[in-house]
């Protein structure tokens, strides 16, 4: 526990710095004058970075599941359209390997489960990445989502390497790589145990079997609700809006607002890169005094900062647009990567978020779906 306690520090620490390593190295892949050994030996650089990123993260997961203090916003969650998001997701990284992914569904479009959206998608992640690492050559993954009596299970079938049945009762232990350590396939043994708290603590099951050489089954099953029209996650909502012209982005003028230095730079240089003006202020009051000097397109907001923190901004924002029927999009940028935060963001009155370290396509793809004109 003690070893977690520590674990769990130091990976807030190590999230500041891999902003900057992931940030950079994205932004020097991008430039033009760097030939193409320089890019591919960037891009190694980038993704080790991620994959430390994605350890951290579970580090800091596994030290809040274990220490109870996971807060989770458990809800009414349409099943179809999570699972469809998730598929669009995995698709390509599947394909990549050579894998085929299916999707089975006995369930109507609009049936619904009792979870948090954000850490459901969270544990299927883990499924799909683990029966994409533990496939073989040419195999196949399928998504079965069917209702048993009053819950919903969702299972993830591979075609892989299986699990031997003598080590089956570790394989939700953390730290536990059930031999696989030292071998080709990157883990560390912590993406199961945080599946199985998670999926627990939101009032589900999470179950498995296994034929070693042949396959295996990862289930996780939940309470089912009666069917209820328009219910819908916030992220869905936001995917589901409709935009259509595109708009040059020199006429738009953006607001960043973030008080630490090497992020301001980052984000300034990535934000000019795709071409877009960028005026930048350090705490809440400024953006609140920027805003109503000037017609900002959209505001980059980070949520933690000295003087006024963003959530606050984002209400005195929302509040001077009452009655004026302007609706400034402000979109949150945090390092506080855990649901209860999105959640905060979205209840301030922003209305979207983006997890530091920013991630460049993502960037992009949240600011053409928000500054595209009607
Ligand atoms: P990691 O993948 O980082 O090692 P996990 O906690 O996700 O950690 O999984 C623990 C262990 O369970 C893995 O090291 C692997 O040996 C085994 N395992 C997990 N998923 C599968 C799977 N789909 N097929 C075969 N083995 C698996």
Same mark, same amino acid.
């Given at each position: 526990m003690q070893k977690l306690f520590f674990l769990t520090n130091v990976s807030h620490e190590l999230r500041t710095p891999l902003n900057a390593i992931l940030g950079f190295s994205q932004l020097l892949r991008m &430039?033009?004058?760097?030939?193409e050994s320089c890019k591919q030996q960037v891009l190694k650089i980038e993704q080790a970075g991620r994959l430390l990123l994605d350890l951290v993260n579970d580090l800091i997961d596994l030290g809040r599941v274990e220490s109870g203090k996971l807060q989770f916003n458990v809800e009414m969650i349409a099943i179809d359209p999570l699972i469809k998001d998730m598929l669009r997701i995995f698709q390509s990284m599947a394909e990549e390997k050579g894998i085929a992914l299916t999707y089975q569904s006995d369930?109507? &479009?609009?049936a619904t489960v009792r979870a948090d959206s954000a850490r459901l998608r969270q544990v299927l992640t883990n499924l799909l990445s683990n029966a994409i690492k533990y496939n073989r050559p040419h195999g196949n993954i399928t998504l079965v989502c069917q209702r048993c009596a009053n819950k919903i299970r969702i299972s993830v079938i591979d075609t892989g390497i299986g699990v031997p049945f003598h080590l089956?009762?570790?394989?939700?232990?953390?730290? &536990?790589r059930l031999g696989r350590e030292g071998g080709k396939i990157e883990g560390v043994g912590i993406g199961l145990s945080i599946c199985k708290h998670i999926t627990e603590a939101m009032g589900g099951n999470i179950g498995f079997n296994s034929i070693e050489g042949e396959g295996s089954t990862f289930w996780i099953e939940f309470p089912a609700n009666q069917p209820v029209n328009n219910i819908m996650s916030h992220r869905d909502a936001s995917l589901s809006r409709e935009f259509s012209k595109p708009v040059l982005n020199t006429e738009l003028h953006l607001l960043l607002v973030e008080d630490n230095e090497i992020n301001q730079l980052l984000a300034c240089a990535i934000l000019e890169k795709i071409g877009y003006t960028v005026d930048v202020v350090e705490n809440g009051a400024k953006a609140v005094e920027a805003v109503r000097n000037k017609a900002y397109d959209l505001v980059l907001m980070d949520c933690l900062?000295?003087?006024?923190d963003g959530y606050e901004a984002t209400r005195i924002i929302r509040r001077n647009e009452t009655g004026s029927g302007k609706h400034i999009p402000i979109i949150a940028m945090t390092a506080n990567a855990m649901t209860s935060d999105r959640e905060a963001c979205l209840s301030a009155g922003m209305d979207d978020y983006l997890a530091k370290p920013i991630d460049f396509s993502q960037l992009e793809s949240t600011l053409n779906r928000w500054l595209r004109k009607n």
């Open positions: &430039d033009a004058k760097l030939n369930l109507s &479009d609009i089956q009762q570790r394989i939700f232990n953390s730290f &536990d900062m000295p003087v006024m």
